[in-house]
């Protein structure tokens, strides 16, 4: 079983990072002390459920935990600091702080240092979250000990509802657009003068028309998806938004 570590200090570690062309130790009061953070670490950069689920997922929500009070989220991993920068970079994540536990220093005092060599990972991190408070550990989410990479509590979206269980979560937006497109233009703005939080897909960039077609029936855009629903292009959104 893991120990959970509620009520006691973030172990004292110092973090080697890479910052542009220049190496840039990052200590554990630089990061915890007098903020509130949300933590979440995984077994590592690229893997599957960390980079199509976990990692997405506190980027996307990153504006609401700041909304009740978290000054960041750090995201931790036991691999050196190019993998993790090359991962932010992949994943466009701009709202997570990527911190690389290169020797598994930290991890081990978190006492969740793991033995992965069936897979050739070597020693990672079992996958936990947890809310920080000036250094003190308030709130630990960690994983069931079950085979395999199990990912049940260690979500955003749990971590929010421990933080403030009365947010109402907004449904999920997705805008297709493309560069130059004046009624894009609009229907962001539409979104943004609502407060709404939307993902934008590039035609050409992110997706294409084939896709646009397929899930739309449409290859004009904008087009608004939300909460899976489709609502369709600028002058349906003024409509829906009311």
Request: proline share 5%; aromatic share 10%.
């Amino acid at each position: 079983m893991f120990d959970n570590k509620e009520g006691q200090a973030v172990p004292q570690v110092i973090f080697h990072t890479r910052q542009g062309d220049a190496w840039v130790d990052v200590t554990t009061d630089e990061l915890f002390a007098n903020k509130t953070v949300v933590l979440f670490s995984l077994p590592g950069a690229f893997t599957p459920t960390c980079s199509s689920s976990h990692l997405p997922r506190y980027n996307e929500l990153a504006s609401v935990f700041a909304e009740y009070g978290v000054d960041d989220i750090l995201c931790v991993s036991v691999n050196d600091t190019f993998v993790m920068n090359a991962w932010k970079e992949d994943q466009e994540a701009e709202n997570i702080r990527f911190i690389p536990d290169g020797n598994g220093e930290f991890t081990k005092g978190m006492g969740m240092l793991v033995d992965k060599e069936d897979l050739g990972f070597g020693p990672r991190s079992w996958r936990y979250s947890m809310l920080v408070k000036n250094g003190i550990v308030e709130k630990m989410f960690i994983e069931p000990q079950e085979p395999g990479d199990p990912f049940k509590v260690s979500d955003a979206d749990t971590m929010l509802n421990h933080i403030a269980p009365e947010h109402k979560m907004q449904e999920s937006i997705a805008l297709f657009t493309k560069p130059g497109c004046p009624f894009c233009a609009k229907a962001k703005e539409m979104l943004k003068s609502k407060g709404l939080a939307f993902e934008e897909v590039v035609l050409g960039k992110d997706a294409t028309t084939t896709s646009l077609r397929a899930i739309s029936g449409r290859t004009t855009v904008p087009q608004v998806f939300v909460g899976g629903k489709h609502i369709g292009g600028s002058e349906e959104l003024e409509t829906y938004l009311g």
